[in-house]
Nanobody, 123 residues
Framework: VQLQASGGGLVQAGGSLRLSCAAS????????VAWFRQAPGKEREFVAA????????NYEDSLKGRFTISRENARNTVYLQMNSLKAEDTAVYYC?????????????????WGQGTQVTVSS
């Protein structure tokens, strides 16, 4: 599966963005998809994940209530809705896929990665 992340941009603190992860291939519904982010000088960290069934979602604890992950299999797309953005949310956001995954928080579970989309939050 090939992944294409989009939807990043420059937004003021308190604003919202919706990221999209579009996947190629007919078997998209068999993949869990996660979002990770990487800020300059920091390691890539887990943001959110959704299982291949869509029945399970996981979030980094500090992001619960502000970020929402969802999937639309008919469009081969997973979304990350980000609200009440803060300057510390500034990072490159990557989507990744895990065949028959349950929504793991661990990078090593994900074998397929998109190219990343930049999110910049100005304070």
């Amino acid at each position: 599966v090939q992944l294409q992340a989009s939807g990043g941009g420059l937004v003021q603190a308190g604003g919202s963005l919706r990221l999209s992860c579009a996947a190629s291939g007919r078997t998209f519904s068999t993949y869990a998809v996660a979002w990770f982010r990487q800020a300059p000088g920091k390691e890539r960290e887990f943001v959110a994940a959704i299982s291949f069934t869509g029945g399970t979602t996981n979030y980094e604890d500090s992001l619960k209530g502000r970020f929402t992950i969802s999937r639309e299999n008919a469009r081969n797309t997973v979304y990350l809705q980000m609200n009440s953005l803060k300057a510390e949310d500034t990072a490159v956001y990557y989507c990744a896929a895990d065949l028959y995954g349950l929504g793991s928080l661990e990078k090593k579970r994900y074998n397929y990665w998109g190219q990343g989309t930049q999110v910049t939050v100005s304070s």
